[in-house]
């Protein structure tokens, strides 16, 4: 098994094609990561209680928390964590129990809480606040605490979140390389 991966309750992380999971880091549990991801140092993907799924193309930064909230008579159902294509989860952010759509970046130190879902092309400010049960809705940069619409996006941030992808998977892939020579 890669390091970093762990099994846990009979459940083992489940990698698409060209993943890259750093030493340092830390996946265990139901997970389901697309192709071309990459997990970086110090992050935590821990799909113990409840299951996390993630698209492809999806970076995880470095000392990022990814966590879900287990079903209990508090949440029934709990809260799955499910996150879209070609999304950015930048540095220390926290994702929980929560759903981001596609081509979304998460700036660093940012949390987005239970039950909130993020629609498709959002930008989440660095150390903003998403509240439990919030909707960002598409189209739009957020920041603060709470989080609120700060603004619509511009075209070149629009564009902004495939080469941002993009330029992860080129590193993931110069990571890969050194793991093969």
């Known amino acids: ?31 389901e990561l697309g192709d071309d991801c990459s997990v970086w140092p110090m992050a935590v993907v821990r799909g113990d209680m409840h299951r996390i ?30 996150v879209g294509d070609d999304v950015t989860i930048g540095h220390k952010a926290i994702l929980h129990g ?29 150390g903003a606040l998403v509240t439990p049960g919030k909707r960002l809705e598409s189209g739009h940069v957020y920041g603060g605490s709470p989080a609120k619409a700060l603004r619509p996006l511009k075209d070149s941030e629009r564009a902004f979140f495939t080469y941002s992808a993009g330029n992860y998977v080129k590193l993931k892939d110069q990571y890969l390389s050194q793991a093969v020579d």
């Open 53 to 82: 799924r993630i698209g492809a193309r999806t970076s995880i930064q470095d000392g990022s928390v990814l966590h879900i909230t287990h079903a209990s008579d508090f949440n029934p159902g709990g809260y799955p964590l499910t």
């Open 98 to 126: 929560c759903t981001l759509g596609n081509r979304v970046l998460v700036g660093m130190g940012a949390t987005v809480m239970d039950g909130a879902v993020v629609e498709d092309e959002v930008i989440i400010a660095a």
């Open 1 to 31: 098994m890669q390091d970093g991966l762990r099994t846990h309750q009979g459940f083992t992380p489940r990698l698409g094609e060209r993943v890259y999971i750093d030493p340092a880091c830390v996946v265990l549990g139901d997970v």
